[in-house]
């Protein structure tokens, strides 16, 4: 009887167990866009990723951008779209962006795990 009560406990344990994992242990994997519009009052260097309904935005993180140079090249263009294939972590934190008109904008920082151009 012991023996049934500890494997109905465990089995028990074992199904409540959150498994989510932390939030940077997930790596994305989209067809992403590194865009400037800063010369047409839209916001400077981000990555548009297209999701089904809408397009969303988000920011390399500071240790990403030597990885994002290596691949794609120092850009100094004030209006560029980059076509790229990318794998990211997300960070957690937010980080802002210069935009057109003095503006910032807010969005999610990612770290770059891979990216390709295509």
């Known amino acids: ?8 406990g465990l089995l028990a ?4 167990h959150d498994e989510s994992g932390d ?10 866009t590194w865009t400037n519009m800063l ?5 400077s260097w981000h990555f548009s990723i ?8 988000v920011l390399p ?3 990403s951008r030597a990885k994002i140079e290596k691949e794609l090249g120092k850009i100094e263009d004030y209006y560029s779209f ?10 957690g934190s937010k980080s802002t962006v210069q935009c057109g008109w003095g503006r ?10 891979e990216i390709h151009k295509k």
Request: hydrophobic letters at 40%; proline letters at 2%; a negative charge.
């Open 82 to 91: 980059t076509p790229v294939h990318l794998k990211y972590t997300l960070t």
């Open 104 to 113: 910032t904008a807010t969005y999610d920082e990612i770290n770059v795990v």
């Open 50 to 57: 297209a999701s089904k309904d809408s397009t969303y935005s």
């Open 1 to 8: 009887m012991k023996a049934l009560i500890v494997l109905f």
């Open 39 to 43: 010369a047409t009052d839209g916001c």
């Open 13 to 16: 344990w074992i199904g409540c």
């Open 61 to 63: 993180s500071e240790a």
């Open 23 to 32: 939030i940077n242990e997930q790596v994305y994997e989209e067809d992403a």
